[in-house]
């Protein structure tokens, strides 16, 4: 299993006043030998998981994922 966390100037979204970092989550990373795919996973978020032929591509479908909800959670805290 490979770690890998971000914490470079990208993948940082607005939206109605709120800011949010996708790239200062923890990603870890571990081939699933049954699906034959990178399995890329996040402790902030224990629930999600994304498979791919490639680490790369696996941490990054997880990254859009997360981009989605967050951006979500901010929608609706904002509309409050």
Same mark, same amino acid.
């Given at each position: ?6 914490? /470079? &100037?990208? $993948? !940082? *979204?607005?939206? *109605? /006043? /709120?800011? +949010?970092?996708?790239? #200062?989550?923890? =990603? *870890?990373? #571990?081939?699933?030998? $049954?699906?034959?795919? +990178?399995?890329? %996973?996040?402790?902030? =978020? ?6 791919? #032929? @490639?680490?790369? %591509?696996? !941490?990054? /479908?997880?990254?859009? !994922?997360? &981009?989605?909800?967050? %951006?979500? +959670?901010? @929608?609706? +805290? =904002?509309?409050?």
């Amino acid at each position: 299993m490979s770690a890998l966390s971000g914490q /470079g &100037s990208g $993948d !940082i *979204n607005h939206l *109605n /006043g /709120g800011v +949010f970092r996708v790239e #200062e989550y923890i =990603y *870890n990373v #571990e081939w699933q030998e $049954d699906r034959q795919r +990178f399995a890329a %996973k996040c402790p902030g =978020y224990p629930s999600l998981n994304w498979y791919a #032929e @490639t680490e790369e %591509k696996a !941490i990054e /479908g997880l990254k859009h !994922i997360i &981009s989605a909800i967050e %951006k979500q +959670f901010i @929608t609706y +805290f =904002y509309a409050q």
